[in-house]
Each structure stands twice: as C-alpha cells, then as structure tokens.
C-alpha cells in the first residue's frame, strides 16, 4: 500500500500532456461488446478504473489485446453471463453493461455499480428507460435481472439530465426494434465521444450533445475503430495547479471549448493564460479575485472540478462560495483543507471559503476520486510536507499523475505505507 508525499511551494513550469477521458473510456469499454468482430479503442489512458473493465470483459469471455494506448477488444467468444459482484463494485461504469447485454441479448444479470461515495448515486432512470423499452426488472439483494421478450423504441423523458442513464438508455436503444427519443439527455461532450463510436458500429444515433436523442434501433453492430477525447477533468486540474503555481505551464492534448466554464472563472478571478488549438499556457496569479462557483450539468461548471476549485478559492482575496447542486455528499476534503488551515464553514454543500488562507502540510485522506485531487492540489501550495492516504482514488481516474507532476518540478513521490 502506499500513500502520496508533497513538500510544497514549487513553481511548476514546463509541459504536461493530458491523457484519454476516463469518463469517455469507461463507456467505450463495454460498448464494445454491442459489436459482432474486433474493435480498436484508441488513447486508453492508463488509470485502474480501465483495468476494472478489462477484467469485467475478460469474465464474459472477450479477448483484449493491448498495445500502449491501444486496445482491441475481440467478441467472438462472449459469452452473456452474471458479472461476479466482486467486479461490479469496483467501479460505476459497471452499470453500462446493463444497457449493453440487454440491447445485445435481452437478458442481463448484475450487481449495483460502485464507484465514489459523493452521494446516494441511485440508477431509477436507467432502469425507467429501460422499462418504457419492454424491459422487466427484478431485483433480488443487491442483483438486477432485466429480462425483455423484444425491446422496442420508446419516448421517455429524464427528470435529470444523467450522464449514466443517457448512454446506457443510447446501448440497449441501438439494437431495439423502433425510434427511441430521450428527452432532456445530459449533453457532456463524452457522450458526443460515445454516439460516434456507435455511429461508426453502424448504429443510428442522432443529437448527441443536445437535450434530445433520437436512436433508430438496428439488427446488429460491426466492429469498428474509435479514438478516446482528451480529459477535460484532467486537464482542468492541472489548470487550476498552474492558476496557483504556475511559471508558463503547458497544458497540452486539450480541446479548449470543452473547458470553457473553467477558463470563464479563472478570467474572473484575474487569472492570465493563453489558449492554443489544443493547448493552454498558464501562470500563477497573485491576485486572485473571489468568485462564487455553482456546479451544473454540461455546459456550466462540472462537478468533478468542484473539489480542485475550491483549493483555489482558499487563496483568493475575499469570500466565495462554492456551491454542489449535482451530488448530495461531494464535500469530504473540506475537513482536510481545514485541518490544513483554510477558513471554510460548511453548510450542507454550500462553502462558505474566506481567502486568502495559509495552508500548512499535515497528514490527510483522500475520499474520493476528485476530493484526492484537490488535496494534492492544497499540497502542493502548502508550507512543508503533506502526506496524502487511501490514494486509490486518484489512481483510478488520474494517469501517471507522481510522473507528470515531478516532469514540471512539483516535489511529489509515492512511499510504500
Ligand atoms: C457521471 O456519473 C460521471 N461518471 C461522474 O464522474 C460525473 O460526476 C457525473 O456523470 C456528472 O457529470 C462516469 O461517467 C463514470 P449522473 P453518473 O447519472 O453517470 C442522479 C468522476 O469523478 N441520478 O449524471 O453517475 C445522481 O444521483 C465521476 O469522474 C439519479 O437520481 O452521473 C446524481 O445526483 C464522479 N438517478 C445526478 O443524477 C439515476 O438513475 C447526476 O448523476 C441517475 C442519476
């Protein structure tokens, strides 16, 4: 076991190159198997979460065969049978097998998902389009059966815009019998990312990036070949390292639209950087104005910056708030930026962040995937050392975070427990 170690304080400078998106790669993963013969997924960044799905496909008998950033997932043999619990839990993506196996052979038997505990995370709008498609659900324990005699197109509303429930509605309607319309679809850009895979199998799948879908169901899917979109979580991460300590950092392989909330804040707040086709350059900003932040589905403020955000708000000259509206329990670093010194009230998820705070390196844990983030984000503008613990979390969304922090000078190392 290991935990993550941090001597703050050092102007990071240089180029960091982002990666795949995990949330883009961990629906590709199982959408694969929607098709008959070999698929290429192209920029798999290396995070464990893709692992998880390996060992999931693996167990229903495809073939994986890897190359660096390249995958080619064969499924000749699948075979549809139970994912084993052990596997289901071990992330959230699980649950796109659902719409997979049911869109493939109209029975599917699996477990409640895992994934981060930053709320109840319940799956009520999947299993809904589900049903309005002629699917039966039963569910015993913590197991889901879905059972359809024929899945057919539907017209069915979301109450909220799911990123989860918007794919996995997208899986089973491409090889339904009919048009399936989802309304109010959640528009983020890893979807767009997931329609064009599934237009490439031969699919029919129009709208993605819009708040309404519109899916015309066919008999089957090729194998085809798709490229992962950058990680604009990621790369907002180290955007916000280089608002706070940044000396012309780099950060590289972007699409810059798909930011654009962030870099709006950051103008906000005073923050200089300059935008590149597909890269930005930023440097640290010494005045930071204070601003109010609210988390929104795609296109305001992503939730899974939220957390690395308010470590920025620690160091801005006055009050923000920053608000979660998306999940109900995304607020478990707050404690560890307090033990670190910042002056933050809580209230529910709404913070209450009085800057500029002096943080100081102590010992901590990650919660979550993007609550670890912003604790080695407060690490590294802290005064001395920090040690971060439970740091699976971080490596299960960010690839080889130690090395490219330490390539633009951070003083970051891993140290067995
Ligand atoms: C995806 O989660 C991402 N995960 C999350 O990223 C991201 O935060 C989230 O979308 C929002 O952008 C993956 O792609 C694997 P939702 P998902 O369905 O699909 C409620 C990260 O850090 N809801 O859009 O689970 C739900 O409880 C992770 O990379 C229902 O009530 O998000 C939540 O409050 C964390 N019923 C809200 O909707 C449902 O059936 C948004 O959930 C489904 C969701």
């Known amino acids: 076991m290991e935990k993550i170690v941090i001597d703050g304080k050092h102007t990071l400078s240089g180029k960091i190159t982002i990666g795949g998106a995990k949330n883009s ?3 590709l993963i199982p959408a694969a198997l929607l098709a008959d013969g070999v698929s290429t997924i192209k920029n798999v960044p290396n995070i464990t979460d893709r692992d998880a799905l390996f060992d999931i496909v693996k167990e229903l008998d495809c073939e994986i065969v890897q190359k660096g950033k390249e995958i ?3 499924t000749k043999n699948l075979t549809n049978k139970t994912i084993s619990q052990e596997l289901s839990v071990r992330l959230r993506a699980s649950y796109y097998f659902m719409g997979v196996l049911l869109g493939k052979y109209k029975h599917v038997e699996i477990y409640f998902p895992g994934g981060c505990n930053i709320g109840q ?5 999947h299993l809904k389009g589900f049903k309005a498609m002629g699917a039966k659900v039963t569910k015993n324990k913590h197991k889901y059966m879905l059972d359809a005699e024929e899945l057919h197109g539907a017209n069915i509303n979301l109450t909220f815009a799911s990123v989860g429930a918007t794919i996995n509605i997208m899986y089973a309607a491409s090889l339904a019998n009919g048009v399936t319309t989802i309304n109010n679809a959640a528009k983020e850009v890893e979807i767009i990312n997931v329609a064009d895979y599934l237009n490439k199998m031969g699919a029919k799948v129009a709208g993605a990036g819009t708040s309404t879908i519109v ?3 066919v008999k089957k899917l090729h194998g085809t070949d798709i490229e992962v979109i950058p990680d604009r979580i990621e790369a907002g991460t180290y955007i916000l390292m280089g608002a706070l300590l940044g000396d012309n950092l780099v950060v ?3 699409i810059p639209e798909h930011n654009k909330a962030l870099f709006d804040k950051l103008s906000e707040m005073g923050v200089k950087f300059t935008l590149g086709r597909r890269s930005v350059t930023i440097n640290r900003c010494k005045n930071l104005k ?3 932040v609210t988390t929104e589905v795609y296109p305001g403020f992503p939730t899974d910056l939220g957390q690395p955000m308010s470590v920025l708000l620690t160091q801005a000259n006055g009050t923000c708030i920053m608000e979660e509206t998306i999940f109900e329990n995304r607020v478990g670093h707050y404690p560890y930026l307090q033990k670190m010194g910042a002056n933050i009230e809580l209230n529910g998820s ?3 962040i009085h800057g500029k705070s002096k943080l100081i390196g102590t010992d901590i844990n990650a919660t979550d995937l993007r609550g670890g983030s912003a604790l080695i984000l407060a690490g590294l503008i802290a005064e001395g050392t920090t040690t971060i613990r439970d740091i699976d979390y971080i490596l299960r969304g960010y690839e080889n975070i130690i090395h490219k922090l330490s390539s633009v000078g ?3 190392r891993l140290e067995e427990i």
Request: glycine share 8%; proline share 8%.
């Open 25 to 27: 790669t961990v629906a």
């Open 72 to 74: 080619k997932i064969d």
């Open 121 to 125: 995370r319940p799956i009520d709008l």
């Open 215 to 217: 899916i015309e169901g």
């Open 252 to 254: 590289d392989g972007i």
């Open 290 to 292: 204070p601003v109010n």
């Open 350 to 352: 709404v913070a209450t």
């Open 410 to 412: 951070a003083k970051i």
